[in-house]
């Protein structure tokens, strides 16, 4: 099955870019999207097709894809953005999802 | 703005079956562009695919799960149903159903449900 890396977690200061990493073999071919899950919700999708942003998801988040990573890029970090973060492809060849193990975000 | 709601029993005793039902409104569970699929998350710990339903029927488990789960669907009813059988401990987890956007380029789960605690007990 297909492995996808993050790091466990990222600190940044409220104001600063937050990058969020998500690892694995030639990820840069691949479709992949992010979620937002913040303690006792459901996750919720905050970027798809690597770059693309469902309605109501501010700009300030954005995704890219290229190689081996594929990045979350938060701009202007706020408080309400401290969650865990989780990448996602579709593995073609097992016709099954693949999620990252999550980062934990805090805006220190 | 389509909804999932997942609804059973929170507390299975263990070695009995889990049984959950997602309810979904505001679209229809036939729709040809959208897979069903239930989604699980043990305390603390990160997301687990269990399995995908497509309303033709088409089915696909998770392997390390296949052997212990059923999913199906009740159109008529706008549903779509899991079973875990067997259950032990390590199935204790907030389960959540999600909907899958289809696309050539890919696929995501653009909507969840709010996720029900299902707690393996005796």
């Known amino acids: 099955s297909y492995v996808l890396t993050q790091p466990p977690s990222v600190s940044v200061a409220p104001g600063q870019t937050a990058r969020i990493t998500c690892g694995g073999n030639?990820?840069?071919?691949?479709?992949v999207h992010w979620y937002q899950q913040k303690p006792g919700q459901a996750p919720m999708l905050v970027v798809y097709?690597?770059?693309a942003r469902p309605s109501g998801i501010p700009e300030r988040f954005s995704g890219s894809n290229s190689g081996n990573t594929a990045t979350l890029t938060i701009s202007r970090v706020e408080a309400g953005d401290e969650a865990d973060y989780y990448c996602?492809?579709?593995?073609?060849?097992?016709?099954?999802?693949?999620f990252g193990g999550g980062t934990k975000l805090t805006a220190l | 703005q389509v909804q999932l709601q997942e609804s059973g029993p929170g507390l299975v005793k263990p070695s009995q079956t889990l049984s959950l039902t997602c309810t979904v409104s505001?679209?229809?569970?036939?729709?040809?562009?959208?897979?069903w699929s239930w989604i699980r998350q043990p305390a603390g710990k990160g997301l687990e695919w269990i399995g995908r339903?497509?309303?033709?029927?088409?089915?696909k488990y998770n392997p390390s799960l296949k052997s212990r789960v059923t999913i199906s669907v009740d159109t008529s009813k706008n549903q779509f149903s899991l079973r875990l059988n067997s259950v032990s401990a390590a199935d204790t987890a907030v389960y959540y159903c999600?909907?899958?956007?289809?696309?050539?380029?890919?696929?995501?789960?653009?909507?969840w449900g709010q996720g029900t605690l299902v707690t393996v007990s005796s």
């Open positions: 999600a909907r899958v956007a289809m696309y050539s380029y890919g696929y995501w789960f653009d909507f």
């Open positions: 505001g679209g229809s569970i036939r729709s040809g562009s959208h897979y």
């Open positions: 339903v497509y309303t033709s029927g088409n089915i």
């Open positions: 030639n990820i840069g071919s691949k479709s």
């Open positions: 097709d690597n770059s």
């Open positions: 996602q492809v579709w593995d073609n060849t097992s016709d099954h999802p693949a």
